[in-house]
């Protein structure tokens, strides 16, 4: 089926089909009215038979009056009439009769036919002449025959009946079938309308891309022209022959191509979602819409002043107009009394109301130190700039106060740091003249090393927390430049190469053949690529493989680090980002608990991101950033 | 032995600081403000100062500059201030390097016997002949035919690739290298995937000229970018 509506033979196929259908179907569907009619109407077939016999009686009753009158030979004239013919006068005595006894009569019917005067042309050898014949009246008793031949209109007639009414359910059944088989097609038509051999979709041809009302408006018109003829032969009286017949026949077969042709278009047209769009209505409809929005557009782009003052003036105008209608020069004066007042009225407010709105404009725009100038403002106006002012004025003491405590507490870590260093120092550089001496026992060469360790480790701690507070608070210098992310990931494993050796751990890296670049400050990557790596190193389970990944994806850079962890990680991913928090809740090795939130900090200064994921002991780190095109 | 001025205003730090440099066999003199720095420095034949930057009556930096008017000594800064606007302001006034604290006292060894080679040894050096197999950047020297480094005058031994390496950064003194370029270059070949190597030996490499590995004072790391050797090339 599927396929079939793609074929063109068999659309072709279908038309035809369709065509024949439809005149099987009508004469099919005639019968079965026809019986289902005349059985409704006289019940049995022979009464059917009976009534449509005896109206036909009375109409040949008349003929034979007529031509018995005339004197024409009824014997022969009507020896092969399917009735048999008794003619009385008006005393009832028979005049002439072909009467049979022996013939099996259907029904009969008397008629009592006068006969007006009526010319009569007699044709002499000396040549015609007419004379006017008086009247004479007949009771004619016409007697059907009730084995009929197809002589005449009341034997087909009556054979009609017979068959119609004989084969009632066959007509029924052969006109439902022929509706349905009709119906079939008809679906088989509309499924196929707009589909083409060899393309997918639906195709349009040239017809189906005419507009949709210029396509109507062509069939309406052809239908008014066929209309006017049919009319025209009508008058002139040219139905009832068989050439008027057979005209009409055609043109009925045409019409119906014609309406088929049009239901397949509008389906073609309703398939490709394009009947109401392709037509005529349609593009003006739109474009008086899109004129519409242009114009309510470059309304809405006047300036608010100018808006106003057009009102006011397109009010005043009609105001004059109407008062030039009226002839009242009171009316004039008011109006113009009116515009003088009010009109400058209205545009003052209509500048103070700019005025505000610019300035709450600025306010929602974060710019928090220009305030509204409300010197030359009216009552209200005036009212409303000021408390926004202090709202201004308000915010932009929060946001200082705010700046002004970060600053605070950056200058406040970096400044303890630098005191805690000098004294740090002088424990180091004794540490390590302990070293250089003799020491008296092992026990003792175990306790400076610890003094060593953990000296080492507070310096390595104050370093952090500096370069903690500066990161979180951005008070750190960024130089944003385009960097090699496959260059940092070589180095990052150059660098880290001997102490991944030492943990047995084996890196693999992926990533694309093209160079990878971002914006990003070089050195912050790395520590934040440092510490990544610097917690893998600590963290990781020896002898496993650790995954560094770097992938583009719609413009987008996402390097991902994936380690196992040594221990297990029953804490989330965000607690991991905070401050002071490390995964060993034992926190017996070596590190501040900073360098996520370091590491986090850097990447978002550098207009990154940085999530962690954990799945089990997968402990995975990403770094997106947007990509930067050669 | 050299005579080397301690100005500290931290007594401890500063006889910690005298203990590992009488050691080494120097001299040495103490002063607690810039002031007293200054007047030890005009009156003794110093050869080398060990500043601190924060300190009572004159600061590091004031000394310093009020120093430079008149001599040329070396001088090393010994600050607490690790900001890197901290340490490029100390060079830029005059010092010669610097040594964030907390310090580690064989770092300031190292440091210290660096610019006293300089300062005494090498600085007099009469500039050698044009020679396209000699390279010298800030404190390295390298002989391509005798395949010998030296670093303030010692000798430093490398890997033929780690000789090849700081041979081509050497050559390109100052330029950013990326591991691509120093790979195919060295290797004569293309890395596909093996510019890590490149990064281990510049690694090893480092460790071998740089007192202190983390904070490279020659062979630098610019990150995402690639390597580069600080300095002027010197005739």
Redesign the interface.
């Known amino acids: 089926m599927n396929k079939l509506t793609y074929s063109l033979p068999a659309k072709i196929a279908a038309v035809f089909l369709i065509t024949v259908m439809l005149l099987l179907t009508l004469l099919a569907g005639a019968m079965a009215f026809a019986g289902v009619a005349f059985s409704l109407q006289a019940g049995t077939a022979d009464i059917a038979r009976r009534q449509v016999t005896e109206s036909y009686l009375y109409r040949y009753g008349q003929q034979v009056a007529q031509d018995f009158y005339l004197g024409q030979d009824l014997a022969s004239r009507y020896s092969q009439a399917n009735y048999m013919i008794v003619v009385r006068d008006t005393a009832d005595q028979v005049l002439w009769s072909n009467y049979d006894a022996a013939v099996p009569v259907l029904t009969s019917f008397t008629v009592r036919q006068s006969v007006d005067r009526h010319p009569v042309t007699n044709n002499t050898p000396q040549g015609s002449e007419t004379t006017w014949v008086a009247q004479a009246e007949y009771n004619i008793t016409l007697y059907a025959k009730a084995d009929m031949n197809r002589q005449d209109a009341m034997g087909y007639l009556v054979s009609l009946v017979d068959t119609s009414m004989r084969n009632q359910a066959v007509f029924i059944v052969l006109a439902v079938l022929g509706i349905l088989l009709f119906l079939v097609l008809l679906v088989f038509l509309f499924c196929s309308a707009g589909r083409r051999k060899g393309s997918e979709g639906i195709v349009l041809n040239r017809a189906d891309r005419i507009p949709f009302d210029l396509f109507t408006v062509f069939f309406l018109a052809l239908a008014g022209v066929q209309g006017a003829a049919l009319s025209r032969i009508y008058y002139a009286g040219e139905f009832g022959s068989v050439i008027a017949i057979l005209l009409l026949a055609v043109l009925a077969i045409a019409d119906f191509l014609l309406l088929l042709w049009y239901m397949l278009s509008i389906a073609a047209r309703v398939k490709a979602g394009t009947l109401l769009r392709n037509t005529v209505v349609f593009w003006v409809l739109r474009l008086a819409w899109r004129v519409l929005c242009a114009i309510g557009r470059g309304i809405r782009q006047i300036p608010w002043v100018w808006k106003v003052l057009l009102v006011i003036g397109v009010v005043f105008f009609a105001n004059l107009l109407a008062a030039l209608a009226e002839r009242a020069p009171a009316s004039l004066l008011l109006g113009l009394l009116e515009a003088l007042v009010l009109g400058p009225l209205v545009f003052l407010v209509a500048v103070n109301q700019r005025k505000l709105k610019l300035g709450a404009e600025r306010i929602a725009s974060g710019d928090l130190n220009s305030p509204i100038d409300t010197s030359r403002m009216l009552w209200d106006f005036k009212r409303f700039g000021d408390s926004l002012n202090s709202i201004q004025g308000g915010l932009s003491r929060a946001v200082e106060a705010r700046m002004k405590s970060e600053r605070f507490k950056t200058e406040l870590i970096t400044n303890v740091s ?1 005191d805690i ?2 004294p ?7 540490v ?2 302990i070293k ?1 001496q003799e020491l008296p026992s092992q026990t003792v060469q175990d306790y400076v090393a610890v003094l060593d360790r953990q ?1 080492a480790r507070l ?1 390595k701690l104050t ?1 952090d927390l ?1 370069e903690a507070s500066k990161a979180s608070t951005g008070n750190l ?1 960024v130089k944003l430049e385009p ?13 880290y ?2 102490r991944l050796d030492e943990q047995s751990l084996e890196l693999v ?1 992926s ?1 694309p053949d093209e160079a990878v670049r971002v914006l ?1 400050d ?2 912050h ?2 520590r934040v690529f440092d510490n990544l790596m610097s917690n893998i190193c600590k963290y990781a389970q020896p002898a496993t493989r650790v995954y560094v990944n770097l992938e583009t994806d719609a413009g987008q850079v996402r390097i991902v680090f994936r380690n196992i962890s040594r221990s297990p990680l029953n804490i989330s991913s965000e607690e991991l980002m905070e401050r002071f928090v490390r995964g060993d809740s034992a926190r017996s090795t070596e590190g501040s608990g900073l360098g996520l939130s370091i590491a986090r900090s850097l990447v978002e200064l550098q207009q990154g991101r940085m999530q962690i994921h954990i799945d089990g002991d997968l402990f995975k780190t990403v770094l997106t950033f947007a990509q930067l095109r050669a | 032995m050299p005579n080397i001025l301690i100005c500290d205003d931290e007594p401890d730090i500063v006889s910690a600081l005298q203990i590992y440099l009488q050691a080494e066999g120097y001299t040495t003199l103490t002063a607690r403000t810039g002031r007293e720095a200054l007047r030890l420095a005009a009156d003794n034949d110093i050869h080398l100062i060990l500043l601190d930057i924060m300190m009572p009556e004159m600061d590091g930096i004031t000394a310093l500059a009020k120093l430079r008017e008149t001599c040329n000594v070396p001088v090393i800064l010994l600050t607490a201030k690790s900001e890197d606007t901290d340490k490029v302001l100390g060079l830029n006034i005059g010092a010669d390097d610097y040594i964030t604290k907390p310090f580690n006292p064989v770092e300031v060894l190292a440091r210290v016997k660096s610019q006293l080679r300089r300062y005494l040894t090498l600085g007099s050096r009469p500039a050698r002949e044009d020679n396209p197999t000699h390279y010298a950047v800030g404190s390295l020297e390298l002989d391509d035919k005798g395949k010998l480094v030296l670093l303030d005058g010692e000798p430093v031994s490398l890997t033929p690739t780690e000789f090849e390496i700081l041979k081509l950064l050497m050559q390109h003194a100052g330029e950013v290298l990326s591991p691509r370029d120093i790979y195919r270059r060295v290797w004569n070949g293309e890395p596909y995937g093996a510019e890590s190597t490149v990064a281990v030996h510049i690694r090893h490499l480092r460790e071998k000229i740089e007192i202190n590995p983390a904070e490279p004072r020659l062979l630098k790391v610019v990150w995402a970018q690639g390597y580069k050797l600080d300095g002027e090339k010197r005739p």
Do not use: F, M, P
């Open positions: 630098h260093k000098t740090l120092t002088s424990i180091i550089n004794y390590g003249l250089q000296s310096k370093d500096v210098a960097a090699d992310i496959g260059v940092l990931l070589a180095q990052t494993a150059g660098e190469a001997e890296l990533q990003a070089g050195r990557l790395w």
